[in-house]
């Protein structure tokens, strides 16, 4: 049975956020909201200290590379389109055939 991992790293940019304390709460609440929405993980994995920027990675698993990327792509859309307090600045997508046995 084969296997395809799309996963896709966000840079955002949260200009309203004051305070490492705020930027948990959007980001805790955003990865959340993936989770729920697309079943898909994520967690954030770079600029840790950086109230204003952030970066989370999302990784959907699937069995067709038409599935995996799409979710990425509705992933990388809804951030867009329902975090208005986030500004994106980068998106680096990747789909990675292998084979589980």
Not at 30 to 36: E, K, V, Y
Not at 66 to 80: G, I, L, M, N, P
């Amino acid at each position: 049975m084969g296997v395809t991992v799309g996963a896709c790293r966000i840079s955002l940019r949260l200009p309203e956020n004051h305070s490492l304390k705020g930027k948990r709460q959007v980001i805790k609440s955003l990865i959340s909201r993936l989770h729920n929405k697309f079943n898909v993980s994520a967690a954030e994995v770079d600029n840790n200290d950086a109230w204003q920027i952030a970066t989370i990675a999302v990784v959907s698993v699937a069995n067709s590379e038409r599935h995996a990327a799409e979710t990425v792509q509705s992933v990388v859309d809804f951030v867009r389109r329902e975090r208005l307090d986030a500004e994106i600045l980068d998106v680096q997508t990747e789909t990675i055939h292998g084979v589980a046995e």
